[in-house]
C-alpha cells in the first residue's frame, strides 16, 4: 500500500540521459529518457501491444520505438507510429508521469497528474548557501520495505548500537537522553538533546572539543518517505539550544526512500554542514563516513524486514518507538483518504 499523490525522487540528475534507463518505483516500471532539449520524460515501462519494456527500444528523435514491432510513443504517452498499419487507436497510449529536476534531484509524481504540484517539492535550505558545504552520495538500493527505513529515520536510539565508530556519541554519550516527539500534520520529529556529553565522533573530525558539548539529534519524516536529520554540536553551555554554541558544528542529512517493491527501495542522500564549506577533501570525508554507517543501517534492516516478515512470534514495541508508530498510523489515514477520493 503506498501513497500515490507525492513527489518521489527517481534518482540524480546525472543519472538519466538519451539513453534508455529503467526505474521501478511504487511498484510500476517507469522509462526514463531525455528528450533532444535536455527535458525529462517519464513513461510506463511496457508497450501497449505486447507488454515488452520500452527500455529495451531505442530512441528515434523523441520518440520511444519499442525493440519488438517498432511502435512509437509520444512524450505524452500517446502512439504515434504503428509499422505497418495507418489508423493508431485511441488506446495505443502508455502512462505519462509528471517530472521534475530539482536539488539535483529527479523527482516523479506517482498520482493524479492534475494534482502535481512542483511547489510541493521539500525545501532545501543552504543547498545554495556560500557559506555551507555540500557532499553527496551513490544512490543505494536497499532490501526492504521502505517503511522499515522511514522507521529508522526516526529512531535517534539505533544510533548507539549500529552507529559506534561514526554517529554514536563517544563512550554511548547520550544512549539513554530522552527522545522527544513532535507532530505536525505529515511531519514527524523525534529529537534528543545530549547536554554536556561527548561528541560524536562524526564531529571530531572537524574540531577538537576540549570538554563536554551540547549535541542535538532531530531526526524529522516528511510522509512519506523523506527525512532530514539535523545534528549539532558545540561547546557545553554555550547556548547550542538557542541556536548558537561555541564551536558550533551543524550537519544537516537529507534522505529519501523511494519504495520499489514490497521487498527492496531506492535511498537517496545528501549533506550539507555549516562548517568547511569549500574543502572538497571534508566532502569526500563525509560522503565515505556516511556510506559506512549507511552500509550498516542496510544489513540491520535487510536482517530486520527478514525477521519480520518471516515472524512467527509476536514483536513488542518499546518506548523509543513512539516517532514511528506515530508516523505509521498517519501514513494509514492517508493512504485511506486518497483511497476513498479515488474510488
Ligand atoms: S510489443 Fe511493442 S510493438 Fe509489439
Ligand atoms: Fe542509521
Not at 74 to 95: D, H, L, N, R
Not at 140 to 149: F, P, R, T
Not at 261 to 287: G, I, M
Not at 290 to 305: G, M, Q, R, T, Y
Amino acid at each position: 500500500m503506498y501513497l500515490y499523490n507525492s513527489w518521489y525522487v527517481a534518482g540524480w540528475d546525472y543519472e538519466f540521459s538519451r539513453t534508455l534507463r529503467s526505474r521501478t518505483l511504487l511498484e510500476q516500471a517507469i522509462v526514463f529518457y531525455r528528450k533532444q532539449d535536455n527535458t525529462l520524460v517519464a513513461l510506463e515501462d511496457a508497450c501497449v501491444h505486447r507488454k515488452l519494456p520500452l527500455s529495451l527500444g531505442r530512441l528515434v528523435g523523441d520518440r520511444v520505438q519499442c525493440g519488438y514491432h517498432g511502435m512509437e510513443f509520444g512524450c505524452s504517452g500517446a502512439c504515434e507510429k504503428i509499422p505497418g498499419q495507418p489508423i493508431i487507436q485511441a488506446k495505443a497510449k502508455v502512462k505519462s508521469y509528471p517530472v521534475v529536476e530539482r536539488w539535483g534531484w529527479v523527482w516523479v509524481w506517482m498520482g493524479d497528474a492534475d494534482l502535481a504540484d512542483p511547489e510541493l517539492i521539500m525545501d532545501v535550505p543552504h543547498y545554495d548557501d556560500e557559506d555551507w558545504g555540500i557532499n553527496r552520495g551513490p544512490s543505494m538500493h536497499i532490501e526492504c520495505h521502505y517503511q522499515i527505513y522511514t522507521d529508522n529515520l526516526l529512531d535517534p536510539a539505533h544510533v548507539n548500537y549500529v552507529h559506534l565508530s561514526t554517529l554514536a556519541g563517544k563512550e554511548n554519550s547520550g544512549a539513554d537522553a530522552p527522545v522527544q516527539v513532535d507532530i505536525d500534520g505529515s511531519v514527524i520529529t523525534a529529537s534528543r538533546w545530549t547536554l554536556d556529553g561527548l561528541p560524536a565522533p562524526l564531529f571530531t573530525q572537524f574540531h577538537d572539543y576540549q570538554g563536554g558539548v551540547d549535541r542535538l539529534q532531530s531526526y524529522q519524516l516528511r510522509l512519506p518517505s523523506l527525512a532530514v536529520i539535523d545534528m549539532v554540536c558545540a561547546d557545553a553551555n554555550t547556548g547550542a539550544q538557542s541556536g548558537g554554541g561555541e564551536n558550533r558544528l551543524q550537519l544537516n542529512s537529507y534522505n529519501f526512500i523511494t519504495p520499489e517493491t514490497a521487498d527492496t527501495c531506492r535511498y537517496y542522500w545528501f549533506q550539507v554542514r555549516n562548517f568547511k564549506p569549500h574543502d572538497e577533501a571534508v566532502s569526500a570525508q563525509l560522503t565515505a563516513g556516511f556510506k559506512s554507517a549507511f552500509a550498516e543501517d542496510a544489513v540491520i534492516l535487510k536482517a530486520v524486514h527478514e525477521g519480520m516478515k518471516h515472524s512467527n512470534t509476536p514483536h513488542i514495541n518499546l518506548a523509543i518507538d513512539a516517532a514511528s508508530s506515530n508516523a505509521r498510523l498517519i501514513m494509514k489515514q492517508l493512504i485511506a483518504a486518497e483511497r476513498q477520493v479515488n474510488h
